[in-house]
C-alpha cells in the first residue's frame, strides 16, 4: 500500500486565503502611494531639481491646476477600487467555475463508478474508459489521483480463476473480466508514457498496484520516473510483457517487493537509472524473464536483497554499471540465471554478499571491470555456478573474503587480470571448487590470506614463477622453488 501519500494543494486552498475588501483596499492604497511616491523621488532625484519656488499669492493657474490634481487623485482612487473589486469579482467567478467542474466531475464519476460495479462486463468496460476520461479532464491533481486509485482499486479486487472450457459460460464470462482488467492495464501504460505536463498524462501520479496479477501486457517504455511511487508489491507476474525499455529513472519509487514471477517478461533493456529506488526485496522468481539488457546504471538503487531465485532469468546482460547499487545481498538461488556477461563495470558497486548458491549460475562471463566492486563476500557456494570465464578486470575490486566454497564452481577460466583486486581472505574453499585455468594475470592483487583448502585449480601456474609480490598466498599452497 502507498501510506501517507499527502495531498497535492489545488485552486481550492488558493481561494480560502482570498482578502476581505477593506482590508484589500488599505493594503491596495498604499501599495499605491508608495509606488507614487517612489517614482516622484525618483524623478526629483534623475532631474537634479535642487530647490522649489515658493509664493506667498495663488495665481489663477496654480488653482486651476490644483483642481485637476484633486479630481486626478479622486479618479486614481476609484481606479484602484473598481480594480480591486473586479480583481475580486474575478476569483469569485473562477471559483464558481471551480466549484461547477468539480460538481460536474462529482456526477460523472458517481456514474463511471455505478459502471464499473456492473455485472455487464461491456458495461464495466464502458467505466473503465469514462474513469480515464475523467481522470484526464479532472480540474486538479487530487480529482485526477482519486480517479486513478479507483482503476488500480479495481485491479486489486479478488477475481475468481478460469474454470476451464469445462465450465463455457463462466469461461467465458472470466475472459469478459479479464479483457476489462488488460484493458485498465494498457490505458495506465499509454496514459503514464506521454511526458510530464502534456495533455492526458499521468507521470507523477502514484499507482498502487498491490497483490495484482498481472497476466497481460503492459506498456511503460520510454516513461520518465522522477517522482511519485508505482507500487506492484505482493503482485503476482504470470503472462504477458511488462515493457519498461527505455524508461528513465532518475527519482521516485518502483517497487516489487514480495512479488512473484512465474512467467512472462519483465523488460528494463536500454533504461537509463540515475536515481530513485527499484525494489525488488524478498521476490520470488521461478519463472519467467527479468531483462536489464543495455541497460545503464549511473545512480540509484536495484535492489533483490533476500529475493529467491529457483528458475527463470534475471539479466544484466551488455549493461553499462558507472555509478549506484545492483544488490543481490542475502539472495538464495537455487536455480536459474542472473546473467552479467558482456557487462562493463567501470564503477558503483554489484553485491552478491551473504547470498546463498546451491544451483543455478551468476555469470560475469566476458564481463569488463575496470572500476567499482563486485562482491560475494560471505557467499555460502554449494552448488551452482560463479562464472568469470573470459572477464577482463584491470581495476576495481572483486571480493570474496569470508566465503565458503563447499561445491559448485567458481570459475575464472581464460580471464584477464592486468590490475584491481581479488581478495579471499578467511576463504573456504574445497577442492575442485575455484579455477584460474588458463587465466592470464599480469597484474593487480590476489590476497588469499588466510584461506583454507586446497589450491584452485591452474592458479599457480597463471601466476607463474617466482610468485609476484601483489600475490599472496597461504604457506601450504607456496611453489618449492
Known sequence: MIANRRPRPTSDDRELRLWKVGRALIITFAA???????????????????????TKKLDAKTLFD????????????????????????????????????????TERFSQAVDKLGSDSPA????GVHALAGLADDAPNDNLRQTCIDVLCAYL???????????????????????????????LI????????????????????????????????????????TVTFSGATFSGGMLDFGGATFSGGMLDFSDATFSGGTLDFSDAT?????????????????????????????????NATLSGGRVFFAVATIS???????????????????????????????????????????????????????????????????????SSGTMAFNGATISGGRVDFGRATISGGAVPFIHATISSDTVSFDSSTISGGTLDFSDTTGPAPSGLLTAVGSPVPRTVILPQAWAPIP
Open 189 to 228: 501504460g499509454d496514459h503514464y508514457r506521454r511526458p510530464e505536463g502534456t495533455h492526458h498524462s499521468w507521470q507523477g501520479c502514484d499507482l498502487d498496484l498491490t497483490g495484482v496479477t498481472i497476466d497481460g501486457d503492459m506498456d511503460f517504455s520510454n516513461a520518465r520516473f522522477a517522482r511519485g
Open 323 to 393: 555509478g549506484g547499487t545492483v544488490f543481490f545481498g542475502g539472495a538464495t538461488l537455487s536455480g536459474g540465471r542472473v546473467h552479467f556477461g558482456h557487462a562493463t563495470i567501470t564503477g558503483g558497486t554489484v553485491f552478491f554478499s551473504d547470498t546463498t548458491l546451491s544451483g543455478g549460475m551468476v555469470l560475469f562471463g566476458r564481463a569488463t571491470i575496470s572500476g567499482g566492486a563486485v562482491f560475494f563476500s560471505r557467499a555460502r557456494i554449494s552448488g551452482g555456478t560463479v562464472f568469470f570465464r573470459e572477464a577482463r578486470i
Open 156 to 186: 486489486r479486487l479478488p477475481h475468481t480463476p478460469d474454470p476451464g472450457t469445462a465450465d463455457l459460460e463462466n469461461h467465458h464470462l472470466y475472459l469478459a473480466l479479464r479483457e476489462v482488467r488488460h484493458t485498465i492495464l494498457r
Open 32 to 54: 499605491a502611494v508608495l509606488v507614487a511616491g517612489g517614482i516622484f523621488y525618483g524623478l526629483v532625484y534623475l532631474l537634479d531639481f535642487q530647490e522649489i519656488d515658493t
Open 273 to 305: 537509472i540515475t536515481g530513485g529506488t527499484l525494489d525488488f526485496r524478498d521476490t520470488t522468481i521461478t519463472g519467467g524473464m527479468l531483462d536489464f539488457s543495455s541497460t545503464t546504471i549511473t545512480g540509484g538503487r536495484v535492489d533483490f536483497s
Open 66 to 105: 490644483l483642481v485637476k490634481l484633486s479630481f486626478g487623485v479622486v479618479a486614481g482612487a476609484g481606479a484602484l477600487v473598481a480594480l480591486v473589486v473586479a480583481y475580486r469579482r474575478q476569483r469569485v467567478d473562477e471559483a464558481g467555475a471551480h466549484r461547477e467542474a468539480t460538481r460536474l466531475h
Open 123 to 126: 458495461v464495466r468496460l464502458g
